[in-house]
């Protein structure tokens, strides 16, 4: 198994080239950090210690938020208002920190229990697999200490612009967003592999799709020519 993190700035492409590489190497499953976050949202002791820590406004329907519900085993009616709490961490370290201190941990507890079981699933001589964990905040969050190898994906200004605002973002909330994070540079300078993922077209005569299908190629060949030998296989954490 290979453990490939994969990084870089809000809107630089990082979902989509996991994607495209699931779709070039051999056997690859995909580990979405955002998600993992998504879901951790929704688990009742989470939902509790989130409002008590941030308050009501955070939930989608306050008056029907129950404190006790998760220690009587049972799920709090309330349930996370991501717009809303995004309002108050992005533009709040401390809060941030508060946020990632609750999420973090089982979020990361959730993936190296996933890795186990990946890892022992593998058999000896059995074709290896790419385990792709696609997390904005791999460095920052101390995940990179779970990867084979890393990869920051970079996009100009431009395109990350153009991006978000597909994403209904304006170039503020990009850059209220990216504050929250390591600069691209310095997950550049981190990583093992830097890959551009800029928005291509410059060339006249050639689709700008047909270019970034080459890179997306050229990356997942750059993968697989660090695959270890197979004696070289993680094992199974204790
Ligand atoms: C604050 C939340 C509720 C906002 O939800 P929202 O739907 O508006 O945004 P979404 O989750 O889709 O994130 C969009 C992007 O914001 C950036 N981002 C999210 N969390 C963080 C963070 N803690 N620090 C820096 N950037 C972040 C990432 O680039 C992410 O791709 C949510 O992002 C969250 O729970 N974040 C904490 C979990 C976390 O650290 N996630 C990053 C994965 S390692
Ligand atoms: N090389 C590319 N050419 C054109 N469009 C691209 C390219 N890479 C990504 N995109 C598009 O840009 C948008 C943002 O990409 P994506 O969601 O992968 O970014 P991200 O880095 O994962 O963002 P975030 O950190 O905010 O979750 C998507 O619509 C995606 O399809």
Redesign the pocket.
């Known amino acids: 198994m290979v453990v490939v993190g994969i990084t870089?700035?809000?809107?630089?492409?990082?979902?989509?080239?996991?994607?495209e590489l699931s779709q070039r190497l051999p056997i690859a499953l995909i580990i979405d950090a955002?998600r993992l976050a998504h879901q951790q949202l929704s688990d009742p002791d989470v939902v509790a210690a989130l409002t008590r820590r941030f308050g009501p406004t955070i939930l989608t329907n306050p008056a029907e938020f129950d404190p006790d519900a998760a220690d009587r085993g049972s799920s709090p009616v309330a349930s996370i208002n991501r717009h809303a709490l995004g309002r108050l961490v992005f533009d709040d370290p401390a809060a941030r920190r508060d946020l990632e201190t609750i999420l973090h941990p089982p979020m990361k507890r959730w993936t190296i229990a996933r890795l186990d079981e990946l890892a022992a699933a593998w058999t000896p001589g059995s074709p290896p697999f790419w385990v792709l964990l696609?997390a904005?905040t791999l460095f920052e969050a101390g995940w990179d200490d779970l990867c084979d190898l890393t990869v920051a994906?970079r996009?100009d200004q431009a395109?990350r612009e153009r991006?978000?605002a597909?994403?209904g973002w304006s170039a503020a909330e990009l850059e209220r967003?990216d504050r929250a994070q390591w600069s691209g540079d310095r997950k550049a300078s981190a990583a093992e592999i830097v890959f551009d993922?800029?928005?291509?077209g410059s060339d006249p005569d050639t689709p700008?799709s047909q270019q970034?299908e080459a890179?997306w190629d050229h990356l997942a060949q750059t993968l697989l020519q660090r695959l270890p030998h197979p004696s070289e296989e993680r094992a199974t954490s204790p």
């Open positions: 870089g700035e809000i809107a630089a492409g990082k979902s989509r080239v996991t994607c955002d696609d904005p994906v996009a395109s991006r978000a597909q994403r967003r993922n800029s928005d291509l700008s970034a890179a």
